[in-house]
């Protein structure tokens, strides 16, 4: 086992990587010690590598291949399989996307490690195995975890928005890698890929949040919830039931079934606060929210709020918002 | 076509929950425990397949005795067989790749399968990792979180399905067998009737001890089953309260703003994100 912490980078649709890839190479850094390092896999990302050398990567190990493509999982699994057995890093981490769901499991069997999800912290034990914490209980429990330094790769994912990223010159050495991935190792055929371009930034990594519930009584009405996000500059989230309903689409969920987030600031407009929406935003820091029911369980979880119909009150409030930014 | 569903009993995680003694579990005094809700969606979609195209529904699990109620609903709601990997010690805290590498290898039992469902997520642990590592122990291919079966093919061992992925969705293609993971949006579970919840007990259900696993050939030791042998220890648990502010402006009735108070409390409220939690 050599002692290189390995951090994967994620990748958007877009080709850019996503900050929760900066955020968990900077935390790294802080609290793991040994030499920390990038692993960069996709089809046509091999000049982002200077990007994450500005993170602290000493290394950049770079598998450029176009069957790394459209979130397909099985490249990725044998790509990064390869690269652990033959580098043996102390620790593999990435950030707890989608994707990260998809594929991260089966590398972790593929090397027969233990696998850690979504965590909130990352720490080290001082005969050097890894510590994290991760929710449990939609996110009612909270538990410390230790790997037992059985000698194989300690691999884990990490909630984005969790650390603070912190720019820091690294060696950044590319190792360009071939993985042998061919044609035959890609099962699944992509027949279309539908992705939505937005403005607004990524519920996941998203500062602030706006999310609307079925309160908000059709999809025309969640424009409220978009133009409050927009002023914001947050993101627009909902619950399971405004998505179910169809206001929204199903990438909006947040939830114990959809995204997982945790802001500096959430705002929760006519929701109501089940236990299973609250596993997928309880970390935020502070949470607002506006229902007109003065008995939903929302307000026992809320920092602040107003009990008032949102038609009412978010006009007035957009208004002062408006004012208060301006100045 | 030979279809399994991989279900887990989990703790009912709306329930009242507080630390056990031991302080790195959940207490498990007057738990209730339950079909994992997302396995729900699971067996529904294993049973709509069946009902379209034939062949029968098997569910299996890995769990201690008490993870047959689970299995008992799922047959009641119209599976055909069970199978029981059980265990007291699967109880606590297992390794995803330990849990895998046991249903994997009592799949391989199971003549000719062609569609795997499970849950997307196990809710007491929030676990999304071992169905898709079940995938990878037998050597097929996974599609996690689809929302949408589009076409099953069983002449053509072929599958289309919708998958959801960050900001957007796939159709997607795959040759069976194959190995889906089922988020909410992907059905309405149906209700057990009492007629069938009888004669769900009826159903044969086959009980597989740890005694008759060949742990050598799955390249773990039978410590590895449990606490004490796992690669990822819990050392301590919390249920922290949750510190909110609770400055909630209501009406002077104590129910909604009304008149007046509505741009009053929008002025309060901007004022106090600004000042007390400065977060714009």
Request: proline letters at 3%; charged letters at 25%; glycine letters at 10%.
């Amino acid at each position: 086992m050599s002692s290189e912490i390995w951090v994967v980078a994620d990748i958007k649709a877009d080709g850019q990587i996503r900050k929760v890839t900066f955020e968990v190479l900077s935390e790294a850094r802080r609290k793991l010690g040994g030499s920390v390092c990038a692993v960069l896999l996709g089809s046509g990302v091999s000049d982002r590598a200077s990007e994450l050398a500005g993170y602290g990567a000493e290394k950049i190990y770079v598998v450029d291949n176009p069957n790394l493509r459209d979130f397909n999982p099985d490249g990725y699994v044998k790509a990064l399989c390869e690269l652990i057995k033959k580098h043996s890093p102390a620790v593999v981490l990435s950030g707890n996307t989608a994707f990260a769901e998809d594929y991260i499991p089966r590398v972790a069997s593929g090397v027969g490690s233990g696998l850690a999800m979504d965590c909130v912290d990352i720490g080290m034990t001082d005969d050097g195995r890894l510590r994290i914490k991760r929710y449990s209980h939609s996110s009612r429990a909270i538990s410390t975890q230790e790997f037992n330094g059985d000698g194989s790769a300690m691999i884990a994912t990490v909630r984005p928005n969790s650390f603070k990223e912190e720019g820091s010159a690294g060696a950044g050495q590319v190792v360009n890698e071939d993985a042998g991935i061919t044609d035959a190792d890609i099962r699944i055929k992509v027949l279309e890929m539908k992705t939505k371009e937005s403005d607004r930034p990524e519920l996941t990594e998203a500062e602030r949040v706006v999310s609307g519930g079925r309160g908000l009584a059709s999809e025309e009405n969640f424009n409220h919830i978009y133009d409050l996000a927009d002023l914001l500059g947050a993101a627009a989230g909902a619950t399971r039931a405004a998505v179910d309903a169809g206001y929204c689409p199903y990438d909006m969920q947040v939830g114990q079934t959809g995204k997982a987030v945790s802001p500096v600031l959430y705002v929760a407009v006519a929701i109501s606060g089940s236990v299973q929406h609250f596993s997928g935003m309880g970390s935020s820091k502070v949470i607002v929210s506006i229902n007109k029911d003065p008995e939903a369980p929302i307000f026992a979880k809320s920092d602040y709020g107003i009990c008032g119909d949102l038609f009412q009150v978010l006009p007035p409030l957009t208004e002062e918002l408006k004012k208060a930014l301006s100045e | 076509m030979k279809i399994v569903v991989f279900i887990t009993q989990t703790q009912d995680t709306e329930a009242r929950i507080k630390v056990g003694s031991s302080g790195d579990s959940i207490d498990a005094e007057g738990m209730k425990w339950i079909m994992n809700p997302y396995d729900e969606f699971a067996v529904e979609e294993a049973i709509r397949t069946k009902e379209a195209y034939g062949g029968e529904v098997v569910l299996i699990t890995a769990g201690p005795q008490r993870a047959s109620q689970a299995l008992l609903q799922g047959l009641a709601m119209g599976a055909d067989s069970a199978v029981h990997i059980s265990d007291e010690a699967l109880g606590e805290t297992v390794d995803s790749l330990v849990i895998s590498k046991l249903v994997a290898s009592e799949l391989g039992n199971v003549e000719g399968v062609d569609l795997i469902f499970t849950g997307m997520k196990i809710i007491d642990e929030e676990s999304v990792q071992v169905g898709i590592q079940i995938a990878e122990e037998l050597g097929i291919a996974h599609l996690a979180l689809v929302s949408k079966v589009i076409d099953v093919k069983p002449d053509e061992k072929k599958l289309v399905c919708q998958k959801e992925i960050d900001g957007g969705s796939v159709s997607v293609e795959v040759s069976l067998p194959a190995l889906i993971t089922c988020p909410d949006a992907m059905n309405e579970p149906r209700y057990a009737s009492v007629p069938n919840i009888m004669k769900a007990k009826r159903k044969p259900m086959k009980t597989v001890s740890l005694d008759d696993v060949d742990f050598g050939s799955l390249g773990i030791s039978r410590d590895a089953v449990g606490k004490s042998g796992a690669k990822i220890k819990t050392v301590s648990l919390e249920v922290p309260e949750v510190q909110r502010k609770l400055r909630i402006i209501k009406g002077s009735d104590e129910t909604t703003v009304k008149g007046d108070e509505i741009a009053e409390s929008a002025r309060e409220l901007v004022k106090l994100l600004r000042d007390d939690a400065k977060v714009i």
